[in-house]
C-alpha cells in the first residue's frame, strides 16, 4: 500500500460535469459561441481552462480571458455546488487515513473552489495537504501542482525518510492523461480512474502504471498490497483486524504513559533523596504537619519533583512515539489561522469561561445531591472549605498547573489516543471514547465528570483545527482560571462563584465557542 497518496479533485473524487459544462457554456455564450449539448463540453474537465478554450475553440488571448472570467463568475456562485462525490469515495479516504496513509488533493482548479468543494460534500477533512491553482493563472499546470502539494506532504509527514523512500511510496491518482503527466514529473506511481473522463485508451497511451475501473477497485489498488510500479515500497502496517488486538493497539499510548509515569517516578523519588536527604516518606509527612515556611518549602519541593516527573513523561512519550507522526502540533495548511490573536483570544475565552462555568455548576450539584448518597461526616469533609484553595505556591503552581500538566495531559490524550481510536471508530465516537478516558484518569465523580465535558470541547478543537495547539491554549487557560482563583480572597472568591454567575460564565464560554465556530468552520464541521 502507499503512505503518500495524491488525488486529483475533477473526475476522481467528485463528478463535475454539469457545474463545469454549464459554466463553459454560460463562457462561450459570452464569446457568441452557442453549444446546446453539454456532452460536448466534457473535454474541458481535467486540463487548465485556458488551454481548453484556446485549443478546442480557437479562442485568442483577450477572448481567453473574458470567457474564464465569465466561467468563474457563474462557477463561483452555483456551479461550484452542481458536483457529486462518486460512490463510495467517502469510504476510501476514510480507509486510506484508518490504514495511516498521508493524502493530499493536487487539482488545476482554483485552490479556493477547491476548498470550498471538499468542504461542502464533507470530504476536506481527510486531507493534510490541499494545492491547487491560482485564481491570477499561475500554478495551472498540472506538473506544478503535483511539485506543490509533494512539496507540502513531505515536508509535513516525510523528513526522516530519503527521496527515492517518499517517492516509493507516492501515488497520483487521477482520471486524465495530464495526471500521469504530472505524476510521472515527479517520479513517482500514477493510478488511472477510468470511471471518470478520460477518453478511451487515454489513460493507457500515456503510461499509467495501473488504471482502476471503479472506487473499489482504486481502493484494492492503494491499500491492497504490492502493486505495478511499487513492488519495492514499504508496507504500512496496518489496524489489527482481531478485537483483543484491537482494543491493545488503541489504549497502548495510554498504558504507555502509565508505565513510563510509574518509572521516571521512582526514578527522581531516588534522585531527590538521594540529593536533599528527605525521603518520600519525611516528605509526605511535611506537607500534611508542616505549617508556615516549613510548609511552604515542603509544597514548593513537591511541586519541582512533579515538574520533573511530569517533563520526564513527556520527553519519553516524544521519544517513544516519535516514528509513529501522530496528530501535528500545529497546523500550517491555513497560515494566518495559527497566528491570527483574535482566534488565540477566543479559545482562551472560551477555556477560561467554560472551566468556570462548569466547575462552579457541578460543584454547587454535588452540595445538593450528596447528602442523598452519604452521611453528614463525609458531606462536610468534602464540602467544608469554601472556594478554592492552594497550598501550592504561585510560580511552581503556574509551571506545573498551567504549563506542564496540560502539555503531558493533551499529547496523551489527544496527541496518541484520538489518533490512535480515530484509525478504528468515526471522528464522533473516538471524541466520545477519549473524554472518557480523561474523565478516568481525573479520579473522583466530581473531576471525572468535570474533565468528562471538557474532554468533549478539548477533543472537538483538535479535530477541528487538526491540531494540538489550540486544545492546548484551552486547557492551560482553563487551569490558569481555576488555579488562580485559590489566590484571591475569600470573600471575592464567594462573590465571583454564586451559582448565577457560573451560569453566566457557561453561557459566555458558550458564546465564545459559537464565534469561534464561525471563525474557524472546521471546529463544527460535519463529520463523519
Known sequence: MYRYILFDLDGTLTDPKEGICRSVQAALKGAGIEVSDINKLTPFIGPPLKDSFQQFYHLNEEQTQKAIADYRERFSSVGWKENIPYDGIDQLLAHCRQQGAKLAVASSKPQVFVEKILQYFGLRKYFDVIVGSELDGSRSKKEEVVKEALKQLYGKYGKRLSEEERRMQTAMVGDRKFDVEGARSENVDAIGVSYGYAEKGELAKSGADAIAGSVAELEELLLGGKKNGAENQAQIKPVPGNSMMKAIYMVAPFAAYILLKLVIEVVVYSVFQRVTGISTTDLNELLRGAAGEARQMAVT??????????????????????????????????????????????????????????????TKLAMLLAPLFLQEEEVAELFGKAGYENAMPLLPGIFLYIFITPLLEELVFRWLLLTRISRVFSVRISI????????????????????????????????????????????????????????????????LTTPYLGMVYLAVGLIFYKILSKSVPLICAKRQ
Open 432 to 495: 466520545v471514547i477519549t473524554a472518557a478516558f480523561f474523565g478516568l484518569y481525573h479520579g473522583n465523580l466530581l473531576q471525572g465528570v468535570y474533565a468528562f465535558l471538557m474532554g468533549l470541547v478539548l477533543a472537538i478543537l483538535c479535530v477541528g483545527e487538526e491540531c494540538i495547539s489550540a486544545a492546548y491554549l484551552f486547557h492551560l487557560s482553563a487551569n490558569a482560571a481555576i488555579f488562580l482563583c485559590g489566590f484571591l480572597p475569600a470573600a471575592v472568591q464567594n462573590l
Open 301 to 362: 519541593m513537591h511541586a519541582l519533583v512533579l515538574i520533573a516527573i511530569n517533563a520526564g513523561t513527556v520527553t519519553a512519550l516524544c521519544l517513544l512515539y516519535k516514528s509513529w507522526e501522530p496528530m501535528q502540533w500545529k497546523r500550517p495548511v491555513v497560515k494566518e489561522r495559527g497566528k491570527n490573536p483574535v482566534r488565540n483570544l477566543q479559545i482562551m475565552g472560551m477555556g477560561i469561561f467554560l472551566a468556570l462555568g462548569m466547575n462552579i455548576l457541578l
